[in-house]
Nanobody, 118 residues
């Protein structure tokens, strides 16, 4: 089992920055990837960024503006979001992927609301 707790959301003006944190606990040794997703009002949940042993990857709309990083000593993953736009407004969710054999397990945080005003 993996537990995830997010923090760092809030209200910011367009062009501003926010940094989200996601602290993992439990069986963190089993985590293969850490990810951020977001869900805007009335829309489906969307993948935003991934960090794993293979490196980092981003949705096109986040490239050049967002940076995902991990502090292994603190079991914490961060999402630094710069040059924020109103369309970045969403609930942001931390996700941990655990692969054991052929089975993939997903763990989610509770979500944190980010609002970007124009």
């Amino acid at each position: 089992q993996v537990q995830l707790v997010e923090s760092g959301g809030g209200l910011v003006q367009a062009g501003g920055s926010l940094r989200l944190s996601c602290a993992a606990s439990g069986s963190v040794f089993s985590i293969n990837s850490m990810n951020w997703y977001r869900q805007a009002p009335g829309k489906q949940r969307e993948w935003v960024a991934t960090v794993s042993s293979g490196g980092t990857n981003y949705v096109d709309s986040a490239k050049g503006r967002f940076n995902i990083s991990i502090d292994n000593a603190k079991n914490t993953v961060y999402l630094q979001m710069n040059s924020l736009k109103p369309e970045d407004t969403a609930v942001y969710y931390c996700h941990a992927g655990v692969t054991i054999g052929l089975v993939v397990f997903s763990y989610w945080g509770q979500g944190t609301q980010d609002t970007v005003s124009s």
